[in-house]
């Protein structure tokens, strides 16, 4: 039930994008084609997993005990940088169709702080779902917090894709072309989102 | 480019909100108040300025191959410096800006300026265009914050002229993208480039 809660909260009522604000550079920069759209969602979702489990155990096993708490900024975006790279070069060998197909936005992604956000987020918030009582996550909760927030990203933009394949086909007046209509349509979007504020 | 060019061009030409769309995610979430948005700026700078600074001074002697870990190493220190500087002197700002603080290791308007300026540029220079281009980014961040904190909670830099609650919406997520929306519609329509 815990874990239902917290993928429903994740996805819907705190959606990365729509409600955290996190990754917005790449949701607005890759959404114009669904196809990419896509890519760019699997992409994050398999970094995004990946690397909050690595820095979760690193702060747990490495950071906290050595009291090095403070280098958590530095030391987060370094295993981030190099876990791309490694994925990179991982999947080039082992898959390299998935590596066709998520290539070019894996080096992207380092710099798109929804990961470096809910890295961060899992193991310095206190998180509490339905009225529980708020607590740090366990290791099993922040694997599912961090999967169910990447796939939350990836509703979120391939609903946008779809909205702005139909958006470009629409007369706008000149002004609200491109950047501006879409950042209106992504404020309804965030509005139509906050009916989901009550369920968890 | 004139020392005054590199340090006015962030203000309009090169404004990192309105016309090169950088660094998004702290302009959306934290321009809840004007304060906020101000607060959120002046960080910004600060990383912005020193980074630029220490990379222009660097870059010469940094291989090509291994640029960017460099960078970012550098720009995280200065935002861990920030961080514990921020925990020290103003802990309630620190509080309210909350994630989006150890976030300026990512927002890529300074590994921007860093990879598209600082490298290539003397430190002088480099270091105007980190006040120029920080310039831009707060007053961006302090006009969004002005306009949602009046919409949203009938006040402005604290201090309430509307008694009662505002259009509650402005102060949440949807208002941000709305406002920004509209902001740089008006920005387009001032900057004459339609």
Redesign the interface.
């Known amino acids: 039930m815990e874990y239902l809660l917290i993928i429903l909260s994740a996805i819907f009522v705190n959606n990365i994008v729509l409600a955290q604000f996190l990754g917005v550079c790449p949701f607005l920069g890759v959404s114009s084609k669904l196809s990419t759209a896509t890519g760019m969602s699997g992409a994050v979702c398999f970094v995004i997993t990946l690397a909050t489990v690595v820095t979760y155990l690193i702060n747990k096993f490495f950071l906290v005990p050595l009291g090095l708490v403070y280098l958590q900024t530095i030391a987060f975006i370094l295993v981030i940088a190099a876990l791309v790279q490694i994925v990179e070069i991982v999947l080039k060998k082992i898959s390299p169709s998935l590596y066709r197909a998520l290539g070019i936005f894996l080096p992207l992604i380092t710099t798109n702080c929804a990961v470096l956000g809910v890295a961060i987020n899992v193991v310095s918030k206190e998180f509490s779902f339905a009225g529980g009582a708020a607590h740090f996550l366990n290791l099993g909760e922040a694997t599912v917090y961090a999967l169910a927030t990447s796939l939350g990203y990836g509703l979120a933009m391939v609903l946008f894709a779809g909205l702005r394949e139909r958006l470009a086909l629409n007369e706008v007046p000149a002004s609200f072309k491109g950047l501006p209509i879409a950042l209106i349509t992504v404020g309804i979007m965030a509005m139509a989102f906050m009916g989901f504020s009550g369920i968890v | 480019m004139s020392k005054l060019q590199i340090l006015t061009k962030g203000l309009l030409k090169e404004n990192p909100t309105f016309v090169l769309?950088?660094?998004?995610?702290p302009t959306?979430?934290t321009t809840t108040s004007a304060m906020n948005g101000l607060e959120m700026g002046l960080a910004t700078m600060f990383v912005l300025i020193l980074s630029n600074i220490v990379i222009s001074l660097i870059a010469p002697v940094v291989p090509d191959k291994v640029h960017i870990?460099v960078y970012?190493?550098v720009i995280?220190?200065f935002?861990?410096l920030l961080?514990?500087l921020m925990q020290a002197y103003v802990p309630d700002v620190y509080e309210t800006l909350g994630?989006f603080i150890?976030?300026i290791?990512?927002?890529?308007i300074v590994?921007g300026r860093a990879e598209a300026f600082a490298s290539k540029n003397s430190v002088v220079d480099s270091a105007l265009d980190g006040i120029g281009i920080g310039i831009g980014f707060t007053l961006s961040l302090t006009v969004i914050g002005i306009v949602r904190e009046i919409l949203g909670s009938g006040s402005l830099f604290g201090w309430k002229f509307i008694a009662g609650d505002g259009i509650l919406?402005f102060v949440?997520?949807?208002?941000?993208?709305?406002v920004?929306?509209?902001l740089?519609?008006l920005f387009?329509?001032l900057a004459g480039k339609?």
Request: charged share 0%; hydrophobic share 60%.
């Open positions: 769309v950088l660094g998004m995610c959306l979430a870990p970012i190493v995280a220190s935002v861990t961080q514990l994630l150890p976030l290791v990512v927002n890529c590994l919406a949440m997520a949807p208002g941000a993208f709305i920004l929306g509209y740089m519609v387009n329509k339609q």
